[in-house]
C-alpha cells in the first residue's frame, strides 16, 4: 500500500477471476475501502490506520473481496441501487447519485455502461474523482474500456462517457483521478480528462 495524498491509499492486487491487476483504495477520514481486493500484505496493511469501517463498491461487479472486509473489520457495505439486487443476501445498503454515501464520499455520477457504473468524489487534499468501469488508465493512457465492453453501440457509448465526463468537469473541483482498473492520476487528473475530451474521436 501507499499514500497518494495526506489519508488516500492505493495498492493493486491481481484479481484471479480477470488474471490482471485491479485498484483498490482507502480513505482514512472516511474509514471506507473503494473496490477492495486484500492487500498482498494482507489485512496487516491496516496496521496502524483507522480500522475500515465501510465498503464502497463503485459498481456491482467489483465485489472483490469486500466479504472479508465485512468479516475481518465488522465494516458495513454500501452499493448502488441500480446493483443491490445482486447482494440481497448480506446486509447492504444501498446509495444513489447526489448521496453522501460515507462522511468525504459522495456519488456525483452515473457511468454510460450500465445504471450501476458510478463515479465517486472523494474529499481528500485538492480532491479525487473515482471511476468505475467508464475509463481505465491502460499503460499511462486514459481511455475507455475495449469496444467488446461497450454493448452493441461502443461509439455511442464512448460519446456518452465523453458528455458525461465534461458534466464533471464543469461542475466537480478535483485534482486526482482513480481508477478500478489502472494506476490513479495524481496531481494531473483533472488535465487528463480535459485531454480525453478533447481528443479527436
Known sequence: MRELVPGLWHWTTEH????????????????????????????????GLPTPEHVVLSCRHHDRDHARFVEVFGADFHVSEHGVQEYSDEDVTAYAIGD?????????????????????????????LAFADSLINAGGRVGFVPDGLLGDDPEQVRADITAAVSGLLDTQEFEHVLFAHGDPVVGGGRDALVALVQKPS
Open 16 to 47: 484471479p477471476n480477470l488474471g490482471q491487476d485491479v485498484s483498490s483504495y482507502y480513505v482514512t477520514r472516511s474509514a471506507a475501502v473503494l473496490d477492495p481486493m486484500v492487500p498482498p500484505e494482507g489485512m496487516a496493511a491496516f496496521d
Open 100 to 128: 453522501q454515501i460515507v462522511p468525504g464520499i459522495t456519488a456525483v455520477a452515473n457511468g454510460p455502461i450500465a445504471p450501476d457504473d458510478t463515479v465517486l468524489k472523494i474529499d481528500v487534499e485538492g480532491g479525487a
